[in-house]
């Protein structure tokens, strides 16, 4: 929902993590688009678009 993307990564050693990484880069203009588009919608349903689990309503024909 910004104009940049982050990236995490753990830094390990064996099988601890001792660090992580931290990087940040400015997102193309789609995703610039795409995340000014979502900021414009209702806040009401958000995590679902993200996640991809919105459930879409059938119309009226075929219902009945």
């Not at 789609?30 to 879409?56: D, H, M, N, S």
Request: glycine share 10%.
């Amino acid at each position: 929902m910004s104009d940049f993307t982050v990236t995490v990564m753990p830094e390990k050693t064996g099988r601890r993590v001792t660090g992580v990484l931290i990087g940040w880069g400015a997102k193309d203009i789609e995703g610039r688009k795409a995340a000014y588009a979502e900021l414009q919608r209702p806040r009401v349903g958000r995590k679902a678009r993200i996640t991809g689990t919105v459930e879409e309503m059938l119309p009226p024909e075929v219902i009945e």
